[in-house]
């Protein structure tokens, strides 16, 4: 019986050395591959592995062998006690394996984010010696780049033709640009910045409803607003603005961008003006030959009636008297069809000096200026002019006897001349320093029948017929004037395409 079984013990006892030296093998590699990547997971992993089979292949070879050898030597008791501790650490030994099993899963989880994290680190530590390598080129060219981009926005900050300023939430201005200090009156050296906004406001009230539209939308668009200057003159604007925050300073600024439409407003007053006189000029036509005709037959019965009567006779001076006041109103028809009619230009080049020069003779024959001075500034080389020499001749003489009156007994008229080669316009200016005309009749003086003069001293037509003739013939007039000094009317003409006239 113990013949019949040598060969299985043979193979026992040489499968158990076998096993043994197998997993000692497997286990001095994995431990050489390790060495050569210690963070290699996979490597550990292995080991552990082989660890625990080397544990068990030497436990189960070491157990089969003593077996064979206590019952080989009929110590059969002896390994009946042995046996459960040998069957226990084979147990323990698979329950190691697969314990390492289970956990590895989780492990190359952890591995997997610890490479991720490891090839983050490389590329940010790459690019970080970048950065320190080419700092100085990268910091020249975003400084660079920072100028450049200031240098534009503070040219389109200082170039601006309208006003653009920065205010704190108070209203105090903290940065404006320079048009701004001209369009405020600060050309004196003196500066707007730590002044408030709402100081310049002409009305309180308007502050108040930027900044409720401020508070309750965040920005505000076109609102019109009345500014008042340095020196209290006053223009209309149009007010944008929108509420920021500045981070550095942890409080609320305001932007806004005021544009002036005082000019714009002017042309909307002209053209409205225009509108008007064309209108009354309609309707004065009309009645201006209705008239004409019975004025003319009162008129040729007082004449007649006159002839028979002596002068110096009550009856005589009461028919003088009518004939008065019918050539009077005769006047006043003319003045109307004047105004109303476009009569046939006959228009040719005239030198504005010479014609200036020609009313004011006319007006120094017929007419007592006193003690008026009258200052002549002519520019030396003005381009000849193409007009009615007749018509604007009756415009200047207008304007120099209503500067005259304004003046009064004593005072000084000036009379001057311009050319602006950038629009080719001629200008000439009438300019007294007699009281000058209230700001509520400004937008009025142009109107037919409206002066500001005694009862029967004036038809209020003078200003309207000089108006129109002015823009017969291609040109514009215009007015300033502020109560107490003086008026100036500014008459601008196409110059002809030439030589200029001195």
Request: charge should be neutral; include cysteine; charged fraction near 25%.
């Amino acid at each position: 019986m113990i013949f019949s079984s040598l060969p299985v013990w043979y193979v026992d006892m040489i499968g158990s050395v076998i096993m043994i030296v197998l997993s000692l093998l497997c286990l001095g590699k994995v431990r050489g591959l390790k060495k050569l990547d210690e963070d290699n997971i996979i490597w550990t992993y292995l080991q552990w592995v082989c660890y625990a089979l080397a544990v068990f292949a030497i436990s189960r070879s070491a157990g089969h062998l003593l077996k064979q050898l206590l019952l080989f030597s009929g110590h059969r008791l002896a390994w009946s006690r042995i046996q459960p501790f040998s069957g226990a650490v084979n147990t323990f030994m698979f329950m190691a394996v697969a314990s390492v099993t289970i956990f590895f899963e989780r492990i190359w989880k952890v591995y997997q984010q610890i490479l991720a994290d490891k090839q983050a680190l490389q590329q940010a530590h790459a690019e970080l010696l970048y950065l320190n390598q080419n700092l100085e080129k990268l910091v020249s060219e975003r400084t660079e780049a920072l100028a450049f981009s200031e240098h534009k926005y503070r040219r389109i900050f200082e170039v601006s033709k309208d006003m653009i300023l920065v205010t704190e939430a108070d209203g105090r201005i903290a940065e404006i640009n320079p048009v701004g200090y001209e369009m405020l009156g600060y050309n004196g050296g003196k500066s707007p910045v730590g002044r408030l906004l709402q100081e310049h406001f002409a009305d309180p009230r308007d502050w108040q409803r930027i900044r409720s539209m401020l508070s309750r939308e965040g920005f505000c668009a076109s609102v019109e607003v009345e500014i008042r200057r340095r020196d209290d003159t006053r223009f209309k604007t149009l007010f944008s603005g929108s509420l920021d925050h500045d981070p550095a300073q942890h409080q609320e600024i305001m932007h806004f961008l005021v544009k002036d439409i005082d000019q714009r407003k002017s042309m909307e007053q002209q053209m409205a003006q225009a509108d008007k006189l064309a209108s009354i000029g309609q309707l004065a036509a009309g009645i201006a030959h209705e008239i004409n005709n019975p004025l003319g037959i009162i008129l040729g019965y007082t004449q007649l009636l006159l002839r028979g009567e002596q002068a110096g006779q009550e009856r005589y001076n009461d028919l003088k008297t009518i004939e008065k006041h019918v050539r009077s109103c005769k006047l006043i028809v003319e003045d109307l069809l004047n105004f109303a009619r476009s009569s046939e230009t006959k228009k040719e080049a005239i030198s504005v000096n010479q014609a200036l020069d020609d009313v004011l003779s006319f007006i120094q024959h017929h007419s007592d200026l006193g003690r008026i001075e009258v200052i002549r500034d002519y520019a030396e080389d003005i381009p000849a002019v193409l007009l009615d020499e007749k018509k604007i001749k009756q415009v200047l003489i207008n304007l120099i006897m209503n500067a005259r009156d304004a003046v009064g007994r004593e005072g000084t008229i000036t009379l001057a001349t311009y050319y602006d080669p950038a629009t080719r316009r001629v200008l000439i200016r009438v300019a007294d320093d007699g009281y000058g005309i209230e700001k509520k009749n400004l937008s009025r003086i142009f109107d037919p029948f409206f002066t500001t003069k005694p009862t029967g001293e004036a038809t209020g037509l003078g200003l309207s017929v000089s108006y129109a003739i002015v823009k017969n013939q291609g040109g514009d007039i215009s007015v300033q004037s502020k109560p107490g000094k003086g008026t100036v009317f500014t008459v601008s003409l196409p110059a002809k395409r030439g030589d200029a006239l001195k």
